[in-house]
């Protein structure tokens, strides 16, 4: 039997060479398209959201306070319940990011066909390009490993990674768009380590 030494350090090659594998393919043309989908969106006075059910869900609460604190305002949606009033806040025109590893999630499918046919445009991230999810964007984000890091290879690791790289990917071509300077940064991040590092740098 493997010591917990050992366990730990499978675990790591495992995850890191699946990272690397999905860093090395990850395919920029669908992260400019899905740039310039927000960017249009925003010309047109629309709004961003993001979703996911489970563990995906707590991605997208991550990647709203992201790309909020960079330039882009961006809501959290939550997964189920936007078919039981929650849509109301996304209007026609609006942009979604739905994530889902398995792209075949039977919650977010309700919720995404609801946000269609109300208009939204579908930012689709999915870790399997043949899944429903894949087929239902305007864009599809594909961040898909084929091993989670443990021998069940159930348990999201290494996906919920991918899918984090691919949306903070999204968010530095969204802030370099908007030429986002240190100034305005420290205006949506006034507090903690990060406002206090940018202010004493500004007062040098």
């Not at 899918?163 to 240190?182: D, G, V, Y």
């Amino acid at each position: 039997m493997e010591t917990e030494k050992e366990q730990i350090k499978d675990f790591l090659s495992i995850e890191s060479e699946e990272l690397k594998r999905f860093i090395d393919d990850i395919d920029t043309e669908a992260l400019i398209q899905a740039r310039d989908l927000v960017l249009k969106a925003e010309k047109n006075h629309n709004r961003v959201h993001v979703t996911g059910i489970g563990k995906p869900g707590h991605v997208a609460g991550y990647a709203a306070s992201l790309l909020s604190s960079t330039g882009t305002p961006t809501y959290e949606l939550h997964g189920t319940e936007a078919v039981h009033g929650s849509a109301g806040q996304v209007m026609s025109g609006d942009v979604v990011i739905a994530i889902s590893n398995s792209g075949e999630t039977a919650e977010l499918k309700a919720t995404v066909e609801t946000l269609k046919r109300n208009g939204a445009k579908l930012i689709a991230l999915t870790g399997k390009k043949g899944s429903w999810l894949a087929k239902q964007g305007d864009v599809t984000l594909i961040a898909g490993v084929n091993q989670e890091g443990d021998t069940m290879n159930k348990p999201p690791r290494a996906s919920i990674l991918a899918e984090m790289i691919m949306l903070q990917s999204l968010s530095i071509l969204l802030q370099n768009a908007k030429h986002l300077t240190p100034q305005q940064y420290v205006k949506w991040h006034p507090g903690g380590s990060l406002g206090a590092s940018i202010r004493e740098s500004e007062g040098k």
